[in-house]
């Protein structure tokens, strides 16, 4: 008997669906559930993606290096919106601006995080995803303390917005993208077992919410099946998403 759908299962369908009709583009995926998703959207409806390690290399769907990848070769993609990455966020607000820096006032932080590091390219030149594995009013906050990646207030006032896309947000709550007012941020699905008030509790902001919210879709049983036997056959999904 199949064991029921986990939280951390609808979460990688999430994630996978933020590659489809990619085309043939880079996926960068960032975290373990990111990376399980992009592989499973190349295993079955966006088979031009292509994978790297991380590094300098083109790999297949089994980790075998297909291709060289140099660095020149990967801005060219970056620049040329060849690339969709899905980040994560230490910090996220209405807008999509994303935080990754620190935490408190730059000039004298609390806390020291990574560094801007590539999301102010990555958000100007290519469509770039985020994955928050704890959703909370910590992460999901009014006003980010440090702008990393550029959200669409932001781009809009600098007037840089020809290439900047954020589709979507997928937490351990939901979906979320930015056709709110404004392009603020929406409630696109609820995982199931979720509530909308469970939601609201856990965001910093007030989100855009249509009269009816759907569920997040459940993977087929050859997605299942690829998720459990194939993909993340040790069940490290279980270990970034815990309900």
């Not at 008997?1 to 960068?28: F, H, K, Q």
């Not at 909370?136 to 990393?148: A, G, N, T």
């Not at 979320?176 to 910093?204: I, N």
């Not at 690829?226 to 056959?233: A, G, N, Q, S, T």
Request: charged share 25%; with cysteine.
């Amino acid at each position: 008997m199949t064991s029921p759908i986990s939280r951390s299962e609808y979460c990688v369908v999430a994630c996978a669906e933020a590659w489809r009709d990619n085309g043939e583009v880079l996926a960068s995926p960032m975290g373990l559930v990111p990376s399980f998703g992009a592989r499973l959207a190349k295993r079955t409806f966006s088979p031009d993606l292509l994978l790297t390690d991380g590094e300098a290399m083109l790999v297949g769907l089994d980790g075998t290096p297909e291709g060289w990848l140099p660095y020149r070769r990967h801005l060219t993609m970056v620049t040329g919106g060849r690339r969709h990455v899905m980040m994560g966020a230490s910090q996220i607000d209405r807008y999509g601006n994303q935080n990754i820096s620190c935490i408190g006032g730059w000039e004298r932080p609390s806390r020291q995080l990574l560094g801007v590091r590539g999301a102010p390219v990555n958000t100007l030149n290519n469509p770039v995803s985020y994955w928050v594995p704890r959703h909370s009013p910590r992460v999901f906050v009014e006003r980010v303390d440090m702008v990393s990646g550029v959200g669409y207030d932001r781009a809009e006032a600098a007037g840089v917005t020809r290439f900047h896309r954020l589709p979507r947000v997928v937490s351990d709550l939901g979906v979320f993208d930015f056709s709110g007012p404004g392009h603020t941020m929406r409630l696109a699905s609820l995982h199931p077992g979720v509530t909308l008030d469970r939601v609201r509790e856990a965001t910093g902001f007030e989100l855009a919410v249509a009269d009816e919210v759907p569920y997040t879709r459940e993977p087929t049983e050859r997605e299942l099946r690829l998720i459990r036997e194939v993909i993340d056959p040790k069940g490290l999904r279980d270990r970034e998403v815990r309900v």
